[in-house]
């Protein structure tokens, strides 16, 4: 079969504003580009054929996709696979004396690690840095790390549209600085307003991401792509950042409702939509609030007709349909929600 550079090869699937999954189409090229953008970044701390992965995450999240498993195969690379993350103690047992030069995961992970008593008896003497990404970066998660290890860990920036790197801190820097980093090689960031001005250094807006890893649009949803994808190739990230004098990037808020645990995407409207299936059920909205294992927990305000419905019903309905991820932990009832002229909920105002 005659493959070219503008071929489709992954589908990867992703959640738009809707919580309705589609398929972003990344090509020969977009992937290809993004293995070496991103080896540009990593090369000066990189050894061919000597590195050591550890890869946490699972391989068809588009993160541990191109980071992990696509880089070390250019690099020829060991990979270390962890089935089970969740299990601390037999993931810190896999690692321990296997010499890994580089851990990527997610601040969740990072965090249950160094409160692990055994991963402080972990042989970091050839580590190099861990590679954040998937959600945000803790300030006291990553100063913590880096007490423990002696290495920096280092926030890089992406999303599934893009294959997923947009921008990365240097591999050299000596501690953790609060940013995204920086854009990779061929890439163009621009932050703009609601009318697609272009604004200034340190104006927080929407940031805009162009370059050869940004996909070609969304399979067979023209009306979805046409949302975030511009004639000339400037994809929207539904992300507010802000960019310093230095060109570092910093992530300010997200401009979508969604809701991130663990670094893994949970959208309202699909928990909203099971739980008011729920024959007791009357009205729900869905918000995230800060948790400091998973990062955001999923919390549900609920209109119910019955007074006696508990939280762990729903909990229990919930369970039914969702990915254990996805399930509210917290419930509250209310008599009403906040909703505005034709009846939409304001999550914002949930918010408080």
């Known amino acids: 079969v005659d493959i070219s550079s503008q071929d489709i090869a992954f589908l990867q699937y992703t959640g738009g504003t809707t919580g309705v999954a589609k398929g972003a189409v990344l090509t020969h090229r977009n992937m290809i580009a993004n293995i070496e953008q991103s080896y540009a970044m990593a090369e000066p701390r990189l050894t061919i054929g000597e590195d050591i992965f550890v890869t946490p995450l699972p391989l068809y999240h588009i993160f541990s996709l191109t980071a992990n498993l696509l880089l070390c195969t250019k690099i020829g690379s060991k990979n270390i696979l962890i089935t089970n993350p969740r299990d601390i103690p037999h993931f810190v047992k896999e690692i321990k004396d296997s010499g890994f030069t580089i851990i990527s995961g997610v601040n969740t992970l990072f965090n249950a690690l160094i409160h692990n008593e055994e991963f402080l008896e972990v042989d970091f003497s050839k580590l190099k840095f861990g590679l954040g990404g998937g959600m945000a970066v803790q300030q006291y998660v990553a100063e913590k790390w880096q007490d423990v290890t002696g290495t920096p860990l280092i926030e890089g920036y992406g999303l599934t549209e893009t294959s997923p790197v947009v921008t990365i801190n240097p591999v050299n820097i000596k501690a953790y600085n609060g940013s995204i980093g920086l854009p990779l090689p061929s890439t163009e960031i621009s932050i703009r307003d609601e009318d697609d001005n272009e604004l200034a250094l340190n104006e927080p807006g929407e940031l805009c991401v162009r370059g050869p890893q940004v996909m070609q649009g969304y399979w067979n949803r023209p009306d979805e792509t046409q949302k975030v994808l511009s004639h000339d190739g400037w994809l929207r990230t539904g992300d507010i950042a802000q960019v310093d004098d230095e060109g570092f990037v910093y992530i300010v808020d997200r401009k979508k409702d969604m809701i991130l645990v663990s670094g893994f995407n949970v959208y309202p409207n699909e928990v909203e939509n099971i739980l ?10 869905v918000i995230g609030i800060p948790n400091g294992v998973s990062g955001e927990a999923v919390k549900a305000y609920i209109v119910t007709s019955n007074p006696e419905l508990t939280q762990d019903q729903i909990i229990a309905h919930c369970r039914k349909s969702l990915t254990g991820y996805k399930v509210p932990k917290l419930i509250e009832f209310r ?18």
């Open 276 to 285: 008011v299936k729920h024959p007791d059920v009357v009205e729900a909205g």
């Open 335 to 352: 008599d009403d929600l906040p909703k505005t002229p034709i009846g939409k909920i304001l999550r914002r105002e949930l918010r408080g």
